[in-house]
């Protein structure tokens, strides 16, 4: 199996708000990476965070939740409920880390970021997410998002009133109904246990991702020859559609998909 990682500032961004956990922590600041690297030794945890846009210290929010995650031991029992509460648990432990963080700089007050990720244990994986970072995955030629956005928009969707597909453009598509975030110890949690196939390939995305980039597109890029020849096209075409925001994401599948 093969893990693959990219984070770019995008087009008009100055700064990179967003992390990627896949084995080392690589973000933030002005890395601004040009072409994808695999990860030598990712862990059991994969996963993107972005701090919250316009807020304050969204590069430290996304690194330190990160940094909770990389924590989660390689393996519990009962993956599905315990490793929902160790999610939850080391989730609650950030919101008091920004706390600390914003009692000796007051400027970081608010600050927050939204996650998604997988959790590999054994012949499963529990996937999850808080916010709108997503996690796809491509099976035999069918590509499924497993996560479920918390905005404001993604209800509109679930309500009947819009298209899956105008989520992408819609103008309130930004307001995230919940985030990790200093002064909110209320975290809601998306989870999903999934059973893994061999030649699963899994997609992990930061917002600025999947608003750029079409499912159908996704979808192609994912049935590649191999993992570095689709994060190889989704990084240029990322770069080339000069997105408005940064742009992170992992593939985790076989070598040769």
């Given amino acids: 199996m093969t893990t693959i990682f990219f984070t770019n500032t995008g087009f008009d961004r100055d700064a990179n708000e967003d992390a990627v956990l896949a084995g080392g922590l690589y973000g933030g600041g002005a890395l601004s990476m040009d072409a994808p690297m695999v990860a030598t030794e990712p862990g059991a945890v994969l996963a993107v965070a972005d701090g919250m846009g316009g807020g304050p210290g969204g590069a430290q929010a996304a690194a330190a939740v990160l940094e909770g995650l990389r924590r989660l031991p390689p393996a519990v029992s009962g993956a599905d409920d ?10 609650y432990d950030t919101v ?22 997988v959790w590999r244990l054994g012949d499963s994986a529990l996937v999850f997410n808080c916010g709108d970072c997503r996690v796809y995955r491509q099976r035999r030629g069918l590509l499924e998002m497993l996560t479920r956005d918390h905005s404001r928009v993604y209800g509109l969707y679930l309500d009947g009133l819009i298209d899956f597909e105008d989520i992408r453009t819609h103008p309130q598509r930004h307001l995230i109904t919940s985030a990790v ?39 192609e890029c994912l049935a590649a020859d191999s993992l570095e020849d689709g994060a190889l096209i989704l990084a240029d075409s990322l770069v080339d559609a000069n997105c408005g925001d940064n742009v992170s994401f992992l593939l985790h599948g076989p070598d040769d998909c």
């Avoid at 007051?106 to 998604?116: E, F, K, N």
């Avoid at 975030?181 to 999947?210: A, H, K, M, Y």
């Fill in 82 to 91: 315990t490793g929902r509460g160790l999610i939850l648990e080391n989730l």
């Fill in 96 to 117: 008091g880390e920004y706390d600390r963080m914003a009692l000796e700089r007051p400027d970081l007050r608010g600050m927050g970021a939204t996650v998604a990720g």
């Fill in 181 to 219: 975030q200093q002064g909110n110890p209320q975290v809601e949690l998306f989870t999903r246990l999934v059973r893994l196939d061999p030649l699963d390939v899994f997609f992990i995305c930061s917002d600025g991702v999947w608003e750029s980039l079409d499912d159908d597109f996704l979808e």
